[in-house]
């Protein structure tokens, strides 16, 4: 067990719906990343939050965003959603000093399937 | 042609064989990151390397930075070590780009 915590476990949800997918850090960890695992992609970095602030971006579509709470819990929100959205959401944590390459810790993950 | 690129794609071997995973990368990076993907999805972190080598039991972690080439090694390998591995480097813009893994088998 990471101690990275994500709900659900999995979504389903039909197109042209929005859906929010919740993670929990590591008590201590400051840095939230969020993944997204394709099977035609492979794994692509969307964006990481340290302290409540974008850090960095990666291949986050505009349908796509997400925010890190005072408490530091993360929420990657995913609107318009398509048929190719169907993937799985990984969130990973990392002590950080804001630096992008700490160890990360990642969480179970979210199955989203979009019909 | 990708950015990072792991060898072989897939590994079958049989327990106790020593077991090399190759990453290559074509970008500037910052760090390297090795992970392993079981078989139910969860992944684990397995070593964060920018330069030398790091060892964690029966595995070992090289990467040549001049060469742009990273290793993965598994000594005494164990039919529990059957998972995906995947490579991942940090890049010195700050964008993290992953190779599409390879998947290992180790029979008993």
């Known amino acids: 067990d990471s101690g990275v915590t994500q709900t659900p476990k999995h979504l389903i949800t039909a197109t042209g719906q929005r859906v929010t997918l919740r993670c929990s850090p590591r008590s201590g960890d400051l840095s939230v990343y969020w993944y997204q695992q394709s099977l035609d992609q492979g794994l692509q970095f969307l964006i990481q939050?340290?302290?409540?602030?974008?850090?960095a971006k990666g291949n986050i579509l505009e349908r796509f965003s997400a925010q890190q709470f005072p408490d530091l819990h993360s929420e990657l929100n995913l609107s318009s959603l398509e048929l190719g959205d169907s993937a799985l959401y990984f969130c990973?944590?990392?002590?950080?000093?804001?630096?992008?390459?700490?160890?990360?810790?990642f969480g179970p993950g979210t199955r989203l399937t979009v019909l | 042609k990708n950015e990072v690129e792991q060898s072989p794609q897939n590994l079958t071997a049989q327990e106790g064989e020593f077991i090399t995973i190759n990453c290559s990368y074509s970008?500037?990076?910052?760090?390297l990151h090795w992970l392993q993907q079981h078989p139910g999805g969860g992944i684990v972190s397995l070593f964060m390397l920018s330069s030398g080598k790091k060892k964690h039991g029966r595995l070992i972690a090289t990467i040549n930075i001049q060469e742009k080439h990273s290793s993965l090694h598994i000594t005494a390998s164990h039919p529990r070590d059957s998972a995906v591995y995947i490579c991942?480097?940090?890049?010195?813009?700050?964008?993290?780009?992953f190779g599409k893994g390879t998947r290992l088998h180790i029979l008993p």
């Open positions: 939050y340290y302290n409540g602030e974008e850090r």
């Open positions: 991942a480097v940090f890049t010195r813009d700050d964008k993290i780009i």
């Open positions: 970008v500037g990076i910052s760090a």
């Open positions: 990973a944590s990392s002590v950080g000093s804001g630096d992008l390459y700490n160890e990360q810790f």
